[in-house]
Each structure stands twice: as structure tokens, then as C-alpha cells.
């Protein structure tokens, strides 16, 4: 239930505050007085889109903030105990509308995403205007509308089930049965590029190992001048480097018989100069190594080519390529397999499908009965809201499958969905003596308003919405008419929180609680301001809505008979 409403420098709104109370909460105003912005930040607060536009003139952020009661056992509270919201505290929501766009929400001071938001207030509250009207012609709602009416859904929820996976079975087997189809050419081609592959005999890292050799062979005459050159400066050349240090360690170890001290210096040339002797003969090995045979060069870059030639289509990288070709060999041994992928996929089809169609079957036999009490509850809804003699019916029909359908799909030369076999259009015919058709087609803006109404108090006992707020309830319709959709309003609010904005005071009058909205002009600006009224207050009111802005004794007398009625 709706407890408080704030809402702070939003469209012409300064600052207002309302709390409810259950019950029918009346509110009524002039046309432009800001009701419909009322509707507006609820709007928001359940869920929609915002925008910087909303912003009163002159501010930089708009404010609203919502305080809902919220009951133990409703998908509400399960849904915010699951994201870490404790539901006995009842439910806050707040929204920051900023100019720049980046507006905010916050559930219980913490901040929350706009889906989370949808989802935990979607079965607190609900909006019953222009939109759900709408949302009535559309024959697709009418399904769902008749399953609730009917205690279908777990039926259907069972249908759905099923269906998500019958449908993906279908066409995974299928594309199963296409593979198997396309398995010789598919297996010729895997075949030749495994052999491909194969053929090549690629060893692991054997491109980096060739681009070494091959920059070497490029420069081999450079790096034999090197190698040549710093030999012969070793051990080549008169007074090379070796003989020098030979020479010097002779005179050292005489030295060092004399003195013990220069004993370490002794042994450390001596290492260096085994140390030179080990790398002049590693280098003259070197220098053998790139005497290699002609045309080295060339077998090389052959190589190379091949082995990037089979990179490029294979992945690019050797290790792209080895896994190419792992794959190539499982899905060789998944074609091997195809036909006992086929038999089982369609083994569990079978299954799955069989349940589907029975379930489906029964399921439209159940509707068949359900929507003939349906249309009669319906006639007897608007009975009361002075549509005497309205026909309605629920028509079903199913829609035939064509040849490009899955037959796994179809029951019965019928289409399957994951609602069933059925489609439902609401039938109606408001005058006696006139044949049924389509609501879209043929209700008035008065007839649909009375239509959702009927349909409202007939789900009132299974619909989990605690706060119902109606907007334009009162369309098209006027006097006795109104009285009844005032009748049926009280009687809704029993059960459900109500809110309704109206101009008719037939309607207002059953309001157990009655808040007056109004615009005014203070300091220059314009604002919307909301206020409770007692009973003379609302016989003023009713007064207003009956006779226009001048208020006479006669529209007063007849706002008190109304009230005492």
C-alpha cells in the first residue's frame, strides 16, 4: 500500500506532500490544476524513464520519494529480501532527477538500478490510464487477461516450460539432421585439411627457429669477417691477446715466488686466460657452423613460406594452427557420431513434444469452458455499470500451421506457442440488436473505460497489486453511468488500495478519503498544491465539479444529497 508522496520541483510542483490511507483516496482539481503530473511521478516512481525536461523552471534537480507498506508474503518483499532489502522496514524509493541526465534512484537510501526498481514494485502498484486502456484493444493481452480470470497460469507456466524445450530441440535436430546431410562433403573437406596440415610436419616454435637461421645465413659473410677478425685478435697474430696474457702469467708466478700476496691475482688471470682460450675455441666452432652447404638459404625461406602459408589460413599463429587442427579432428569424431546424436536429440524431442501437446490440448479444452464464464461474468460487470445488454464473448481460435513450420511445432495442424495452441479477441456488442465484433473496432472511449473497470473487479481477487490508481476512469461517461462506476470503485477499494483522479462528482462522492488539487500563483511563479478536505469542504468541491467556478445553493443542496446518499 501507498503510504506518503513527495514530490519537490517537478514540472509547476514546488513542494508537496500527500498521504494515504486505504480505501478509495478521491482526487479531483480543475483541468490543468497538475493531476496529471501527479500521475507523472508515480510514473517514475514505479519504474519509467526520466527526464531532464521534468525539472521545474529554475532548478537544477527534481526530487520524489515514495513510502510503501509492504506485505510479508508478496513477490515484493521476496524480491527485495533477495537483493538484501529487509521488507519489515516497508520500501523507500527516491529518485534525483538532474539536468544533466544522470539521474539517480535509491531503494531504502541505497542506490538501485531502474530494473530493479520495475521489478520490486511491479505488484505494489499500478497505473490504470489511457496506456492500459490501449493496452485492452491489443488482442494479445486477452490470452493472459482469461488465463488469470481462469487460474490458467501455472498451466501455462508448465506450456512455457515445455515449449523452451521443445523449440531448441527442434532445431537442434535439425541442424543435426542438415550436417548429416552435408557429412560427405563436410568430411571430405576436414580430410584434406587435416592432411594438409599433417603433411607439413610442423614442429613446435619451427617458424621462430627458421627466422633465427634464416637472419643468420643472410649475414653469414659479416659474421664470419667478425669471428675471423676477434680469433686471429686472440691467438692469430703476433703478440695476440692470449700470448700477451701467457706471457704476463709467467712473469707473475716468478713474482709470486718471492711474495705469497700476489698468489690471488696469479689464479684469477689464470682463469680469465683459460676463460679466453674456451671462447676462441667456441668461436672457431662457430666459424665451422656457417660453412653450410649451398642453397641452405633458399630451403629456408621455402619453409617459411609454406609454414606462413598455412598460418594465414589457419589462424594466423602456430598455436592457432595445432588447435585448428584438434578441432578439426573432434568434429570428425563428431560426425562419426551424428547418428547417435540424432537419436538421442529426438528421443528427448519425442518426450518433451508429447507432453507439450497433451498439456496444450488440455489446456485449450479448460479455456474453451473458462471463456464462457468469463463473457458471462463480464455482462453482469457492465450490467452494473449501466451497459445492460452488452453481448460480450471470448472468441478463440488457433492459427494453422504452413509447410515451413517444424512439425515439432504444431499440434494438430496447429501452431504451437509457448502459450499454447490458442489466440483470444475480446467480442463485443454494445447495443441490442447488433452482431459481435472486435473491441478495438467498435467501443467508445466511455465503453473501454467501463470494459477495464468490469475487468478490474472481476481479477480483483487473484491480482496481487496492492494500490490500483485510476486515471481517466471517468472518459466518456456522465451521470447515472458514473454512479455506477463510483459503486463499482467503492466496492474494488475493499480489496485493493484505490486512487482516483476524476471530475465527476457521482464518482467522487463514494471517495472515502478526498484531496482537492489546485493551482496557484505565489511570488511570480506558478505552483500545484494538494490539500484533504472535510465533509464541507467536499460538498463545496462537489459543488464546483457540478455547477462550474461560480458555486450556487442549488449545486450545494444537490453536492449534500449526493454526499448523504
Known sequence: MLKELLIKNFAIIDD???????????????????????????????GSRASAKM?????????????????????????????????????????????????????????????????????????????????????????????????????????????????????????????????????????????????AHILTDEDKSLEKERLRLKHAESLQRSVFSAIDALQGADGAILEQLGEMRKNLEKAAALDEGLNTGVQRLSDH?????????????????????????????????????????????????????????????????????????????????????????????????????????????????????????????AQTCNKQVSPWLCVDGSLLSDTGLDQAAFMIAPNVGESLKPLASIASGGELSRVVLALKAMLAATDAVGTVIFDEVDAGIGGAVADGVGKKLAALSKKHQLICITHLPQIARFGDHHYQIEKQVKGGRTTTTIRPMDQEERIKELARMLGGETITQTALEHARSLMAS
Open 16 to 46: 508537496l506532500n500527500i498521504r494515504f490511507e486505504a480505501g478509495l483516496t478521491i482526487l479531483s482539481g480543475e483541468t490543468g490544476a497538475g493531476k496529471s503530473i501527479i500521475i507523472n511521478a508515480v510514473n517514475l516512481l514505479l
Open 55 to 199: 525539472i521545474r523552471d529554475g532548478y537544477d534537480v527534481a526530487e520524489l520519494s515514495a513510502w510503501f507498506d509492504v506485505p510479508e508474503t508478496s513477490t515484493a518483499a521476496k524480491l527485495m529480501t533477495e537483493n538484501g532489502y529487509d521488507p519489515k522496514e516497508g520500501l523507500l524509493v527516491r529518485r534525483v532527477i538532474t539536468g544533466n541526465d544522470r539521474h539517480r534512484i535509491y531503494i531504502n537510501d541505497r542506490m538501485a538500478t531502474i530494473q530493479m526498481l520495475a521489478s520490486i514494485t511491479a505488484d505494489l502498484a499500478s497505473i490504470s490510464g489511457q496506456h492500459a486502456h490501449q493496452g485492452l484493444l491489443r488482442e494479445e493481452t486477452h490470452l493472459a487477461i482469461l488465463d488469470r480470470f481462469g487460474g490458467l497460469l501455472p498451466m501455462v507456466s508448465r506450456v512455457a516450460c515445455l515449449y523452451g524445450k521443445v523449440a531448441p530441440l527442434s532445431q537442434a535436430l535439425q541442424t543435426l539432421k542438415e550436417k548429416k546431410n552435408n557429412q560427405r562433403r563436410e568430411m571430405d573437406l576436414l580430410c584434406f585439411q587435416a592432411a594438409e596440415i599433417d603433411d
Open 273 to 397: 686466460l683459460f676463460g679466453l682460450e674456451d671462447v676462441a675455441e667456441m668461436l672457431r666452432t662457430y666459424l665451422g657452423s656457417l660453412d653450410t652447404e649451398a642453397g641452405r638459404l633458399e630451403s629456408v625461406d621455402a619453409r617459411l613460406d609454406q609454414i606462413n602459408r598455412l598460418k594465414r589460413k589457419y589462424g594466423g599463429s602456430l598455436d592457432a594452427l595445432f588447435q585448428k587442427r584438434a578441432a578439426i579432428q573432434a568434429e570428425l569424431a563428431a560426425i562419426g557420431s551424428l547418428d547417435d546424436d540424432i537419436q538421442h536429440t529426438e528421443a528427448q524431442l519425442q518426450d518433451n513434444y508429447n507432453q507439450l501437446a497433451d498439456l496444450s490440448r488440455h489446456l485449450s479444452e479448460k479455456r474453451e469452458r473458462v471463456a464462457t464464464d468469463f463473457a458471462a461474468c463480464v455482462e453482469k460487470e457492465l450490467e452494473s455499470l449501466k451497459m445492460a445488454g452488452t453481448r460480450f464473448q471470448l472468441s478463440l481460435s
